[in-house]
């Protein structure tokens, strides 16, 4: 999840220091405070690149300014409308997009948050096709006409779909149309929390 009030691209592309006092702060929204009432502090440094896809009880929080990221398992939920109570925080404060990929079974999902409404969600998956198609198709999406055989003989899945719509968003994907261009997301520091 970016949650931004800028161009997010250009954002990553020149990020402000970290602020890890914002980032310990959400993570305990997010988690709930530890014993004896005491803040989450990270237990480690991840990056964008391996730490979007943290381990069982784990998620990975960075605010950079009016940049914000968030990575955990229960972002997929958003997908049904239903953001929890830090979320809706964030959606009406700023522009919102959330990513979920899911290689093994070809999964793909996206949606946007503008002005606090949601105005694009997509989903699918290999073995469901198309679950969520709401809202109008963002510019990137002329062409795409979901999963399958392009014309050119190359296959795109759902997960093809949604990489482009990082590409599009964020300036970078993992295993879609690679450009010299793109920012390499593990140049992104996270601080991860349990």
């Not at 004896?36 to 502090?41: E, F, K, L, N, S």
């Not at 700023?94 to 079974?105: A, C, G």
């Not at 990082?166 to 970078?172: F, S």
Request: aromatic share 10%; proline share 5%.
């Amino acid at each position: 999840m970016v949650a931004s009030r800028s161009n997010p691209a250009a954002a990553l592309r020149d990020l402000p220091e970290l602020d890890v006092k914002a980032s310990d702060a959400l993570a305990t929204t997010i988690l709930g405070k530890r014993s004896w009432g005491r803040a989450r502090r990270s237990h480690r440094t991840g990056d964008l690149s391996i730490d979007v896809y943290p381990k069982d009880g784990e998620i990975a929080v960075a605010v950079y300014g009016d940049l914000v990221i968030v990575a955990g398992e229960d972002l997929l939920s958003w997908f049904e409308q239903v953001p929890d109570a830090w979320g809706e925080t964030l959606i009406a404060g700023y522009d919102v997009d959330v990513y979920v990929l899911h290689s093994v079974v070809s999964m793909g999902c996206f949606a946007t948050w503008r002005g606090g409404e949601l105005t694009r969600s997509f989903a699918g998956s290999s073995d469901d096709g198309v679950i969520v198609d709401e809202g109008e198709r963002l510019p990137f999406e002329t062409g795409l006409e979901g999963a399958g055989d392009d014309g050119d003989g190359d296959e795109h899945d759902f997960g093809w779909i949604t990489e482009n719509a990082i590409l599009d968003r964020l300036g970078y994907c993992y295993e879609g149309p690679y450009s010299p261009d793109n920012l390499d997301p593990a140049t992104v520091p996270l601080l991860v929390y349990r």
